[in-house]
């Protein structure tokens, strides 16, 4: 049976969707959202639903017609805005990293309107608030001219800039991240200080940073125990939403964490290495 | 004390789950092949083989662009889920309480056909209201159909624009539409060329509004 492309686009509940998620991408900005809207109806319509009609049916015509969408306003936000310069630390966290930095560095908004407006019920994201906080208080810790209106537009400086990790599609190396871990690990440091302070970079600070690397590399954790750590506590997602995402049980996400950590935990006890 | 407790152990997971997720993932055998959209709708629905959910969670865990696309379709899905949901609460609402009306119009017919039997009448009433409620409960609960195989796929092209847009031209509803182009889209306005059964052409224009049901 071939699909209606033209009804299942211009049906209430896509259309609502389609809204709901360019508004969310494209903070306050009304026109710009409206013409993302057309922008995606345009694409998908474009040569007869062309890019519609690559779905070759194994899937629902609806699930496949979100993610066709998805990408089309990530095209869209790309070509309008071009590519915002954070960090490079901040930009392997993560789009949504990006835009809480965006939020409350660039445009200044206040931390908790931040949370809110990605926790509140009708975002739909399922986002925990403790998280949400708990990033906006790192991305502060590690940039103190967060917020200010004179701030740098980047603290990378070129020679970073060539390791991008090519934002539009890349994959990130076991060799890129040997090489970045320890700054990861002066991240973890950061978020368990009570005062933020700038963490020192020593000699022994690398040695304890490639200990801590190789440990964790032995763990030898699966694709699906690394996903839902990052959708949790990199994404801020709440256990729930993430095991609607991944289609599995509500209880698995929380168990699989706690368990992972567990196990990090006691790996450090062992080798007497300690975070703080 | 104990909130500052699990703040302090709340904070010490985030730090430790940093390290994790950004440490080098020993992936000797790789993600397989480059994951395409129509895969990642497989894993919304849970259809893709164990095997390749797991190499495609690989890359999604190590592709944030991958991620941004796979995360917004799920938002969107999940904002359509909800809206399923409040048209299924609406529609068991309206049906709640529409149902009493017929009731009280059958018992009032009972009781002026049967005026000298009234406790009969009303008894008979309320036994057949019963029978009539359990009958709409259960019609409602199936009315939560699947929007992307059910109303979407199936509908004539009026009816899902019936409730979210506002019609300029006119078609008669009993035409059959054989085929519907999009000529241009104008902001929230679609330009459309609508082919009926009968080979004739009409030019329609839809005012699509946000939030109105």
Redesign the interface.
Same mark, same amino acid.
């Given at each position: 049976m071939s699909t209606n492309w033209s009804a299942l686009v211009f049906s209430e509940k896509f259309m609502a969707a389609l809204e709901h998620q360019a508004a969310k991408k494209i903070i306050g900005d009304i026109a710009a959202k409206d013409e993302a809207v057309t922008y995606v109806i345009e694409k998908l319509s474009e040569n007869d639903w062309q890019r519609c009609k690559v779905h070759n049916g194994d899937s629902s015509p609806s699930s496949f017609l979100y993610l066709i969408s998805s990408n089309l306003i990530v095209e869209y936000t790309r070509k309008k805005f071009g590519r915002i310069r954070p960090p490079e630390w901040l930009k392997r966290e993560g789009p949504f990293w990006v835009t809480l930095w965006q939020e409350v560095c660039m445009n200044r908004l206040l931390e908790q309107t931040v949370i809110d407006r990605h926790c509140s019920n009708s975002s739909g994201s399922g986002r925990e608030p403790f998280t949400v906080k708990n990033i906006i208080r790192t991305i502060k810790a590690k940039l103190p001219w967060c917020g200010v209106s004179n701030m740098p537009e980047s603290m990378d400086d070129e020679a970073n800039a060539e390791k991008n990790y090519q934002a539009e599609g890349g994959t990130i190396s076991d060799e890129l991240r040997r090489e970045s871990f320890e700054e990861f690990l002066q991240l973890a440091q950061l978020m368990l200080a009570d005062e933020p302070s700038e963490i020192e970079q020593d000699e022994n600070q690398k040695a304890i940073s490639g200990k801590i690397c190789a440990l964790v590399e032995s763990l030898d954790m699966t694709n699906e125990e690394q996903l839902m750590l990052r959708m949790h506590y990199v994404d801020g997602l709440s256990h729930s939403a993430i095991a609607r995402a991944l289609g599995v049980a509500k209880h698995i996400p929380v168990r699989q964490n706690k368990k992972v950590l567990q196990r990090l935990q006691e790996a450090l006890a062992q080798h007497n290495l300690e975070l703080e | 004390m104990t909130n500052e407790t699990t703040?302090k152990q !709340?904070?010490?997971?985030?730090?430790?789950?940093?390290?994790?997720?950004? %440490?080098?993932?020993? !992936?000797a055998g790789g993600?397989g092949a480059e994951v395409t959209?129509?895969e +990642? %709708?497989?894993?919304?629905?849970?259809?893709l083989s164990e095997q390749r959910r797991? #190499?495609v +969670? =690989? #890359?999604?865990? *190590?592709?944030?662009?991958?991620?941004?696309?796979? #995360?917004? *379709?799920?938002? @969107?899905?999940?904002?359509?889920e *909800? +809206?399923?949901l409040e048209a299924s609460t609406e529609a068991n609402r309206t049906s709640k309480q529409a149902a009493p009306s017929l009731l009280e119009q059958i018992s009032h017919f009972l009781s002026d056909l049967f005026s000298w039997q009234g406790a009969f009448a009303t008894s008979f009433g309320i036994a057949l209201g019963v029978i009539l409620m359990s009958q709409t409960g259960l019609d409602s609960s199936n009315s939560d159909s699947?929007?992307?195989?059910g109303?979407? @796929?199936q509908?004539?092209?009026q009816a899902? #624009?019936k %409730? *979210?847009?506002d019609h300029v031209g006119s078609i008669a509803p009993t035409q059959e539409i054989a085929k519907?182009?999009?000529l241009r889209?104008? =902001? !929230?306005t679609?330009h459309?060329k609508v082919i009926l059964t009968t080979g004739e052409e009409i030019n329609e224009t839809?005012v699509?509004k946000?939030?109105k049901q």
């Open positions: - | 703040e !709340n904070q010490k997971d985030h730090a430790l789950a940093q390290l994790l997720i950004h %440490a080098p993932r020993n !992936n993600y959209l129509e +990642l %709708a497989l894993l919304n629905e849970g259809k797991e #190499q +969670l =690989g #890359q999604l865990d *190590s592709n944030p662009a991958l991620y941004e696309i796979w #995360q917004g *379709s799920q938002e @969107m899905a999940s904002h359509a *909800s +809206l399923n699947d929007f992307g195989q109303i979407a @796929m509908a004539p092209i899902p #624009q %409730a *979210s847009t519907v182009e999009v889209i104008e =902001g !929230n679609v459309l839809y699509y946000p939030g």
